[in-house]
């Protein structure tokens, strides 16, 4: 019994750590730049506004904390789900 209870807090903490691990890691995507209203230091957010050319999506990076607040640099990188020609 012990042991079977071990796995199963075991099996929930896993998937605890996934759960919070996946909403980190997974990069929020919106059409319009002003829709943006903070970033975060290290957060990507894509921006789908067809201001960079095919097959590459608007890619804007929390990079460095000044007195203002973060800092982003903004740059186009390839789409991943872009089918090649």
């Known amino acids: ?3 079977k ?4 807090r075991t099996i929930t903490a896993t ?6 691990t996946a909403t980190q890691v997974c990069a ?3 059409t319009r ?3 943006i209203s903070s970033i975060r230091l290290g957060q990507r957010i894509y921006v789908d ?3 960079c050319p095919t097959g590459q999506i608007k890619e804007i990076t929390g ?3 000044t007195v203002k607040g973060v800092s ?3 740059r186009c990188v390839p789409r991943k789900d872009a089918r090649p020609n």
């Open 28 to 30: 929020a995507a919106v």
């Open 63 to 65: 990079k460095t904390l």
């Open 15 to 20: 998937v605890c750590v996934l759960a919070v």
């Open 5 to 8: 209870r071990l796995t199963i």
């Open 1 to 3: 019994m012990q042991k």
């Open 33 to 35: 730049e002003s829709d």
């Open 72 to 74: 982003a640099v903004k």
């Open 49 to 51: 506004d067809a201001t």
